[in-house]
């Protein structure tokens, strides 16, 4: 019996050396394969890794190769995995990263005025707004931030800007390094926190002026506004959503509609990528 699974092994290595030799150039593709399953690794963990277990099994890796250099079929083996710990440690420099853009230390209850990058419905169905180069009493604020109103406020569109009082319940801001306990959706999203108001929402006027890419970004937006003009509301609503981001439109028995139909997942769809795709 041992020398029959002795023999078994002994074929299956000689037949993954001779189709690795065989099709070296077909198996370049699983580079990127090996890559994605790094990033996706450090994902499937319930807990953070630590940056001083990265570096030694990237350190460890390295060596192999090192070792393994004259080795032809195991040194090439042993890229794939040298590709995956890259994969796993980008991912990790990505979540450091994004760390930095976050504001950690947000009051509960907070004065917020910022400029409106994006309009939405939260889950129950709430007018939803999303704030960007926020700042508190002249405050700078990183991060963004997903307040829902308690009224629904047409004027809101996307670049005005407002202020109002928010509340951001401490358990929705996401803390990433410390545990899996925040939504990382909101975090890879530059998000840090979430809440809503608990005032009346006042427009005012920025105080930050438009760069020219966000001037060229606005007259397209709004070219696609005036060309929809002449389509119905339903209409409108979708194709602002998929091209410009703007889910204004969608009124709250559409949404309602996608969400019992099993479409809530639509609602999430934004930028003018996605309209390009479709």
Wanted: proline residues 4%; contains cysteine.
């Amino acid at each position: 019996m041992i020398e029959f699974l002795k023999k078994q092994g002994l074929r299956l290595k000689l037949y993954a050396y001779e189709n690795y030799q065989n099709e070296a150039e077909s198996l370049l593709v699983w580079y990127a394969v090996a890559y994605a399953l790094g990033a996706a690794f450090y994902f499937a963990f319930p807990y953070e890794l630590p940056v001083w277990l990265l570096v030694v099994f990237l350190e460890a890796v390295l060596l192999l190769l090192y070792l393994n250099n004259r080795r032809d079929g195991t040194f090439k083996l042993l890229t794939y995995l040298a590709v995956f710990s890259l994969g796993l440690c980008v991912a990790k420099a990505n979540a450091l990263y994004q760390n930095l853009s976050i504001e950690k230390n947000i009051e509960e209850t907070t004065y917020i005025t910022g400029q409106v990058k994006v309009t939405d419905y939260n889950s129950s169905g709430r007018r939803r707004i999303e704030l960007i180069n926020a700042d508190n009493f002249e405050k700078p604020l990183k991060g963004s931030y997903k307040i829902s109103l308690n009224q629904n406020l047409s004027r809101l569109k996307p670049g005005v800007c407002v202020e109002l009082i928010a509340k951001f319940p401490q358990n929705y801001a996401p803390n990433p390094l410390s545990n899996y306990n925040m939504d990382r959706a909101n975090f890879y999203q530059g998000v840090s926190a979430s809440g809503y108001a608990i005032s009346p929402v006042f427009q005012k006027d920025c105080e930050h002026s438009p760069s020219v890419i966000a001037n060229l970004i606005t007259a397209m937006r709004q070219a696609v506004i005036k060309a929809l003009s002449p389509a119905n509301p339903e209409t409108q609503g979708i194709i602002k959503a998929l091209t410009i981001g703007d889910k204004s439109a969608i009124s709250q028995s559409q949404a309602a509609d996608y969400r019992t139909a099993g479409l809530a997942h639509f609602l999430a769809i934004s930028g003018m990528h996605m309209g390009m795709i479709a």
